[in-house]
């Protein structure tokens, strides 16, 4: 029998390589009808809401499609509106400048090619219509970055769930690599302490430094999620590299949703009782956050600033999220190049991440 077939020559595009930086997303607008196909892929995602039983799976379900989603929508619409820019979303133009600066870098670091894009977890662009560009334009080595600098379930591990769902629907899979956690990667470090460093540089330095991370249930820590034990170590390692003590140095978690036991210590409750006890100028950065969004701009800089203003504090200052600055293109850069080893496209990479930076003007001021 013969097998042969018949078929015109496949027109591929140059075989290169892709970098896919994923965040987490945003709606589209700061409406409550933007917000609300938002919320509803967020908030249905069982990585983030995690019940095992079928029937908690159901109740929840029918939660929050019957409450939930008709009283959040408006709130956190309000919520956005307060951070919204003439561009739009913060979260959304800032991963995209920091994508753009990432591309930049590597076109001089690697021979390539190599494409970089971006996507969003929930919202668009997704991760799914991204891979599906990316083997479009001819990547067939991918290596794919959630810009979550600790790893938990309910974000990285919803990544890996998107990329394989992505995966499944492609008739010939690119080789595929994953960033799983970069929390105590030297470079990493090094960015967040220098980025803090520049900040008192030109404001002085608070009475404290709180670092308030994103907070997610306890029981998903006892069920084996690392992200507990790699924010601490975070902090550990920023503590070391600034030369702080555990007492000018704080931990503490945001953004809890619900009345079950979150990771403690609570961020709002933690800035009162900050206030309470005599401090007077508060300063709070969130290292799991890459780049500045609702959590940061409008939890922390409004909201908390707030609290611990009323609770007798003077002044709380957030210090910016790393987002496009010099730094956290040094520290990806390097973090990107690690991880794509072997491949071809980076066999002749530059000796150094700053040589990339200073050709496009990110040079740092010593």
Not at 83 to 112: C, D, F, M
Not at 181 to 192: C, K, M, R, S, V
Not at 201 to 206: F, K, Q, S, V, W
Request: charged share 20%; with cysteine.
């Amino acid at each position: 029998m013969n097998l042969a077939v018949n078929k015109p020559p496949m027109q591929q595009p140059a075989v290169q390589a892709g970098i896919l930086l994923v965040n987490l997303g945003t709606p589209d607008a700061p409406t409550a009808k933007a917000v609300r196909p938002y919320l509803a892929q967020f908030l249905g995602d069982p990585r983030v809401i995690e019940y095992p039983r079928r029937w908690q799976r159901w109740l929840w379900k029918l939660v929050l499609h019957g409450v939930i989603l008709r009283l959040r929508p408006a709130r956190s619409a309000h919520a956005y509106g307060a951070i919204w820019t003439k561009q739009g979303s913060p979260l959304r133009t800032g991963s995209e400048a920091l994508a753009r600066a990432v591309q930049n870098v590597v076109n001089e670091r690697a021979p390539g090619p190599v494409q970089v894009a971006l996507a969003m977890r929930y919202g668009e662009p997704s991760v799914k219509r991204q891979i599906k560009q990316l083997q479009d334009d001819g990547v067939r080595r991918l290596l794919v970055l959630p810009l979550y600098p600790q790893y938990s379930a309910t974000s990285t591990g919803s990544v890996i769930d998107a990329v394989a769902d992505a995966f499944k629907a492609l008739r010939w899979p690119p080789e595929l690599r994953i960033v799983n956690d970069y929390h105590d990667d030297p470079g990493h470090i090094d960015a967040l302490a220098r980025s803090i460093e520049t900040y008192w540089a030109t404001h002085g330095r608070g009475d404290r430094l709180l670092l308030s991370f994103h907070g997610i249930p306890e029981r998903y820590v006892r069920a084996g999620d690392p992200y507990f034990d790699q924010c601490q170590a975070t902090a550990s390692l920023l503590r070391e590299r600034l030369q702080l003590d555990p007492s000018q140095l704080l931990v503490s978690f945001q953004s809890r949703v619900g009345r079950e036991r979150w990771l403690h210590p609570y961020t709002d409750a933690t800035v009162r009782e900050l206030a309470a006890a005599g401090v007077k100028k508060l300063d709070v950065a969130c290292p799991g956050f890459a780049v500045d969004c609702l959590e940061t701009l409008e939890e922390i800089a409004m909201q908390n600033r707030d609290f611990f203003l009323a609770a007798g504090g003077e002044t709380l200052r957030y210090i910016p999220a790393l987002n496009d600055s010099p730094e956290q293109l040094e520290s990806l850069t390097a973090l990107i190049l690690q991880h794509a080893q072997g491949w071809p496209e980076f066999a002749a990479a530059l000796p150094t991440v700053a040589d990339g930076l200073a050709k496009h003007g990110h040079d740092r001021a010593d």
